[in-house]
Every structure is written in structure tokens, then in C-alpha cells.
């Protein structure tokens, strides 16, 4: 057959055919990006494998839905059911613990903004079904938000007024007895009545520690707040400024609570312009306000900011920011507008920028760091990091913003 072949081959060069070059290679494993109905997962190839999933694991190992009076529990990559748990139909999952063994579940569709209630029903649910769901019927506005590390406590968004929620505050639930109490103090005392600070605004962001021993929940425009520490002092900020963006510390193995309080110009823009993220060894956060460019680095030990830091280049002054760290954590990855920027992890200079056709809504980067997955309106891209060229696309309709890869 030896000479055959090589005929044919003699034969498509005088034709001056060319073999084509074979199509890009698609990612390996999953992408997880949020579209109207859920989380949709889908393989590196565009096929969606499934997408009503409202809530996902710490790691992104399983998902949970509520299909008819059942919490499923599903795996990504397979679709493949791994546990049912009774529930009553009509409700959300909506918050997950770390280690996944209860999921807090709310009557209703999640809304993008709350709606007036004068009382609330959660269910917490085993997602195995070995054990009874609880239902628990607090009176007031309340939202789960995430589940203290041994179990014992639901912590909430309680907004207020309860029938025309105007602010809201964090608190936790004891899930043996429902009470609603108050968070505690660094110093492991209870805030004092009166004390408790209540939030306003928008954009609220929120990553969970690699440790999954904390959460960070970005606050903006905030610009008549007053911090529980002042509250208790007596006093307005010790500089005198408005508070217009802070991080919420919420420990979630001692349910203590703290707010880093961010300089200006953070809070002061778009909720669109700011996103953040946490290094891979949970020592730094860093925040990110593109209306003017600037980068803050906090200290996760001693909450405190250690840097703030203009972006090298134009401000992007673009809506929908994203940051994400490499998993090596030597570089961040920014996207804001049209374009796409890389910055060493310990410098914060840009060494690269990658524009793009349309706005990108949503970064992650692959587990082995050699491509940046970028959302765009119905689709995903993905760009090869050493040569900077999108190498790539898939469909993704009804994208809303990538959320994992």
C-alpha cells in the first residue's frame, strides 16, 4: 500500500491541493457558565450535558437541582444521579456546605433582587436523603447565604424592611432551634444589640477561602454605612470618609465577622467595574475597580491592605469585570469591555493584552494554566496563554457570564 500512498500524495501536490490543518483542540473536561434557567455545564466541545443545576460544591465536583419533590445530586461530567433526597416541590437549592452534606432550600425561583415577605421558609436538607429535610419558618425577610463549618449554623441575609427590603445584614440561624441571633465579634463576643451593621447597595461578590475556612463577600456603595466597630465606639469612621466599599469576613468554623474597609475610588463606580478574587494559597485578595484602574491587595491574616496599585495602560472604565488567579498563582488575568489582560502575580505589571471582538463576560482558567476561557454573548472562547491566540470557540447559548472551568 506503501506505493500507492505516496502516488496519491505526488498526485494532490501537482494538483496544488494542501491537506487541511486539523481543527483546534478543543479543552478537556468542563465549563460551567450561568444562563437564565441555571448553571449549565458543558463538555469542551459546546455539548451541554446538563442545566438546571442551582447551586454547586466548593470544588465544582457536583451539583444540586430541585427536579419535581426531589434535591438531586448529580455529577457534571456524567450527568450521572448520585443521590435523591424528598423535598417539597417549589423550592431553590440555594447554598451548600463545604463538605457537602446539607443544602439550604428556598421557596420559589432565585431573584436577581429580593422581593417583599413577611416570613420565609428553608428547608435544610441531607442532599442523601438519610436523613429528614428540616424545615425551618422564620419570621422576617431572610436569604441562606452559607453553612458554618461543623453544621450548626445557617448563616443569612435578613433584608429589612422585611416587606419592602430596602438594606439587609448577615446573621445566622441555629438550625436545632431556628433562632435567629447575631454574629460575634473577632474577639468571639456577641455583637452587641443595636450594633449590628446593616448594608445597602449592590454588587455583591463572594469567594470562599482555599481552605474553605472563610468567606469573602465584596460590598459596594455603601456610602452611609457605619462598621459594627464604630457602632460599639460611638463614632463615624475614625477618618471621617464615607464607607463606600468594604469585604465581609465571615469565619465560617468560629462565625465571627469583620469588615476590610477598601479606599476610594472602590465603590464609588459601577457595581460592573469591580470584581475580586483570592491567590491559591489564601494569604492575598485582591480587588480590582477598572472605571479607573486600580488593583487593592489585602493581607487574609492580618485584614489589612497591604497595596493598592494603578493597572499599567488606559483604564478599560467597562462593565462586567472578572479576575481570576492562575492555579500556579504567578499570574492574575483580568477582563473588563473587550479585552483581556495578564499580570504578574508579584509585580501587578501587565505582560500581556489580548483584545477581544465582543465584551467578555466572565473568565476562568484551565486547571493546567495553558488557556484562559473567556464568556461571550453565546459563546466560549479560549485563549492559549504562551502564543495569545484564541484558539478556539463553542457555543454557549444563552450565556450570562462563565463561572468555572
Not at 446593616?198 to 469573602?216: C, H, I, K, S
Not at 469612621?237 to 469576613?249: M, S
Not at 468554623?253 to 472602590?266: I, M, Q, S, V
Not at 472604565?317 to 492555579?327: E, H, K, N, Q
Request: contains cysteine.
Amino acid at each position: 500500500m506503501r506505493p500507492v500512498f505516496l502516488a496519491l500524495a505526488a498526485v494532490l501536490v501537482a494538483a496544488g491541493c494542501s491537506v487541511p490543518a486539523p481543527p483546534p483542540e478543543a479543552p478537556r473536561g468542563f465549563v460551567f457558565y450561568q444562563a437564565e434557567h441555571g448553571i449549565t455545564v458543558a463538555d469542551g466541545r459546546g455539548t451541554v450535558l446538563s442545566g438546571d443545576a442551582t447551586v454547586a460544591s466548593a470544588d465544582w465536583s457536583t451539583l444540586y437541582a430541585v427536579r419535581g419533590s426531589e434535591l438531586v445530586t448529580f455529577d457534571p461530567g456524567t450527568n450521572r444521579t448520585l443521590a435523591t433526597a424528598p423535598v417539597p416541590s417549589g423550592f431553590t437549592a440555594t447554598a451548600v456546605s463545604v463538605d457537602g452534606d446539607l443544602v439550604a432550600l428556598t421557596e420559589g425561583a432565585k431573584a436577581d433582587r429580593p422581593v417583599g415577605k413577611s416570613a420565609t421558609r428553608i428547608i435544610v436538607a441531607d442532599p442523601t436523603g438519610k436523613r429528614p429535610a428540616k424545615e425551618l419558618t422564620l419570621a422576617g425577610n431572610f436569604e441562606p447565604e452559607a453553612f458554618s463549618s461543623g453544621g450548626d449554623f445557617l448563616f443569612v441575609l435578613e433584608y429589612l424592611p422585611a416587606n419592602a427590603p430596602e438594606r439587609y445584614r448577615v446573621r445566622r440561624v441555629v438550625l436545632d432551634s431556628g433562632e435567629v441571633q447575631p454574629l460575634l465579634l473577632r474577639d468571639k463576643r456577641v455583637v452587641p444589640a443595636g450594633a449590628e451593621e446593616e448594608m445597602r447597595g449592590e454588587g455583591r461578590q463572594a469567594v470562599l477561602a482555599p481552605d474553605r475556612n472563610r468567606l469573602y463577600t465584596l460590598y459596594l456603595h455603601q456610602g452611609d454605612h457605619q462598621h459594627t466597630r464604630d457602632l460599639i465606639a460611638g463614632r463615624h469612621a475614625p477618618d471621617g470618609r464615607p464607607v463606600h466599599a468594604f469585604v465581609h469576613v465571615l469565619s465560617l468554623t468560629e462565625g465571627w465577622a469583620y469588615c476590610l474597609d477598601l479606599p476610594d475610588p472602590f465603590g464609588l463606580h459601577p457595581a460592573g467595574t469591580h470584581a475580586l478574587t483570592i491567590s491559591p494559597d489564601g494569604r492575598t485578595l485582591h480587588v480590582v475597580e477598572t472605571e479607573t484602574g486600580q488593583i487593592a491587595v489585602a493581607d487574609t491574616e492580618s485584614l489589612t491592605i497591604t497595596r493598592v496599585t494603578p493597572v499599567p495602560g488606559e483604564p478599560s472604565g467597562a462593565g462586567d469585570a472578572a479576575l481570576s488567579f492562575a492555579p500556579a498563582g504567578d499570574a492574575l488575568y483580568l477582563s473588563a469591555g473587550n479585552l483581556v489582560r495578564r499580570l504578574d502575580s508579584s509585580t501587578l505589571r501587565v505582560d500581556a493584552t489580548w483584545p477581544q471582538p465582543a465584551p467578555v463576560h466572565g473568565l476562568a482558567v484551565s486547571p493546567d494554566g495553558r488557556r484562559v476561557l473567556i464568556g461571550q454573548k453565546d459563546h466560549i472562547a479560549w485563549i492559549d496563554v504562551v502564543s495569545g491566540r484564541t484558539a478556539g470557540t463553542v457555543a454557549a447559548a444563552g450565556l450570562i457570564r462563565l463561572r468555572h472551568a
